[in-house]
């Protein structure tokens, strides 16, 4: 597995080496060992899987507050997405900057996603699917969410929105006042 960082602490690009043959693919998608440098004493607690099904949808953009802050791997089994990490710690020389990375089982890579960083993705490709690792579980009292769409964030989404959750549409845009969370 080969670890890049990009230009926001924490939020990794992990890419693997598939093997294939006459007979299909193999991918090793997580291993303790090699992710150690990222992972630290976190473990894998919840792995969650999400299919959606219309080009253009949106999902998020999500995030657990302390003490329930969460670091996630995500990774597209299916289909095609643009995977988004936006900086919420406060005092983060990225705050309120993001990372987008498109998605793909044929790019073999991996998000990471530490705490104190939202997360969500729009649909490139009907029907994607995406595998996601967890270091928290989830806790319904410390989730959190950003609007898509929040001139705060200058998220340039490659597709018309065709579908959102009334949840999702419903996040208050970011105030002058929000300074981040403390990780």
């Not at 990222?38 to 999400?50: C, E, F, K, W």
């Not at 993001?98 to 998605?103: D, P």
């Not at 964030?153 to 065709?162: N, Q």
Request: proline share 4%.
């Amino acid at each position: 597995m080969k670890i890049t960082a990009t230009g926001i602490a924490g939020v990794n690009i992990v890419e693997t080496a598939p093997f294939s043959d006459h007979r299909g693919a193999f991918a090793r998608f997580f291993c303790a060992r090699e992710l150690a440098e990222i992972l630290g004493a976190r473990q894998i607690v919840q792995i969650n899987h999400s299919r959606t099904a219309q080009k253009g949808a949106l999902r998020g953009l999500h995030y657990q507050r302390p003490p329930h802050a969460e670091m996630k791997m995500v990774r597209c089994l299916k289909g095609r997405v643009l995977d988004i990490a936006v900086d919420l710690r406060e005092g983060s020389p990225t705050f309120l900057q993001h990372h987008a990375q498109e998605l793909s089982p044929e790019s073999a890579r991996m998000l990471v996603i530490p705490e104190g960083c939202a997360h969500g993705f729009q649909v490139l490709e009907e029907d994607s699917e995406l595998l996601y690792l967890h270091t928290a579980f989830y806790e319904k009292a410390s989730e959190g969410g950003l609007r898509h769409d929040d001139p705060a964030l200058g998220i340039d989404w490659p597709l018309a929105v065709t579908d959102i959750s009334e949840r999702d549409r419903a996040h208050a845009l970011l105030t002058d006042d929000f300074k981040g969370m403390k990780i």
